[in-house]
């Protein structure tokens, strides 16, 4: 049993399939080959498998830019 003051996991969710004027669009992450989401898009794998490709940046389902360090 948890106490009030012990929070849950947090787990990530897909947000799904985003309708636009009846056209579906899936969002999806990219593995950039350079800094600041530039160069080449590597793959559309999530954070820790960009990394292990050799991706130097990343972007996320909503479009926010991260470096890979």
Not at 15 to 44: F, T
Request: aromatic share 6%.
């Amino acid at each position: 049993m948890q106490t009030p003051n012990q929070s849950r996991p947090v787990t990530r969710k897909n947000i799904g399939v985003i309708k636009i004027n009846d056209e579906k669009i899936e969002p999806q992450q990219d593995c950039w080959s350079a800094k600041y989401c530039k160069g080449k898009i590597l793959n559309h794998k999530d954070l820790h498998n960009c990394k292990n490709s050799g991706g130097k940046s990343w972007t996320d389902n909503f479009g926010k830019c991260a470096s890979i360090i």
